[in-house]
């Protein structure tokens, strides 16, 4: 069973400062990816990162990088120079790989509010 | 092809009535997902298609939900005898086969049911 948990339902942060987003894990698949994905209020699911778990490096997109620790099974997103655009939902994701789970079990989320 | 559509956006049912949604994903991706998304929650997972053969199901699609992907491209969510607690967000979603990849997401259909 794959489980994951974002145990911050709310963030601030003021324009421009970065700021950091938890995701835990717990899987007993052996290879697995890791996901983050944005909701805005429109509600659809924006791809931003994904990390795998062999991957030696952590992975990065622009503004996005993943912190992957995979001893303490956490992948904290973190956002530099936040942007207004930035406030919404982000969920942390993962799926299982090899034989492992293909369909995406989500975290509960985590709302970001981009202050000026 | 410009992303995962779906259809209609919303829908409003009065309960006991069936509905059904239409997804259609990127036309090159073999593998689609139907999720289930309440409100200040995470999307929970529903059902799973490669091409056309249905592969895995959660135990939260009871028996009233029936989903088919009969020429493994678009893909239809029925719901039977709706209930109020299947208000909800469904979202359609597909990647291709390549591991180590996103799935993409439609926008999604609301489903209200009085």
């Known amino acids: 069973a794959q489980k994951i948990t974002q145990t911050q339902p709310g963030m601030f942060v003021q324009e421009k400062e970065a700021v950091t987003l938890d995701c835990t894990y717990d899987?007993?698949?052996?290879?697995?990816?890791l996901f983050w994905y944005k909701q805005p209020s429109s509600g659809e699911m924006i791809f931003l990162i994904y990390?795998?778990?062999?991957?030696?490096q952590n992975a990065t997109e622009g503004r996005y990088s993943l912190n992957f620790q995979k001893a303490r099974k956490s992948a904290n997103l973190v956002i530099s120079a936040s942007q207004l655009g930035d406030s919404a939902m982000y969920f942390c994701?993962?799926?299982?790989?090899?034989?492992?789970?293909?369909?995406?079990?989500f975290g509960s989320g985590t709302r970001l509010q981009v202050q000026p | 092809d410009t992303g995962v559509s779906q259809d209609p956006r919303h829908k409003i049912t009065k309960r006991g009535q069936n509905v059904t949604f239409r997804c259609d994903p990127i036309?090159?991706?073999?593998?689609l997902y139907w999720y289930r998304q309440t409100l200040g929650q995470g999307p929970e997972f529903l059902t799973y298609?490669?091409?056309?053969?249905?592969?895995?199901k959660s135990r939260l699609l009871s028996d009233r939900f029936s989903a088919e992907r009969p020429k493994g491209s678009f893909s239809t969510l029925e719901i039977q005898r709706t209930e109020q607690g299947d208000s909800a967000m469904y979202l359609c979603?597909?990647?291709?086969?390549?591991?180590?990849?996103?799935?993409?997401f439609g926008q999604g259909t609301r489903l209200t049911v009085v």
């Open positions: 298609f490669q091409n056309e053969a249905q592969l895995e």
């Open positions: 990390q795998g778990s062999y991957d030696q």
């Open positions: 036309s090159e991706h073999n593998r």
């Open positions: 994701a993962m799926s299982g790989m090899d034989t492992g789970r293909r369909a995406l079990t």
């Open positions: 899987t007993s698949d052996p290879s697995y990816g």
């Open positions: 979603a597909s990647s291709p086969t390549t591991e180590n990849t996103e799935a993409f």
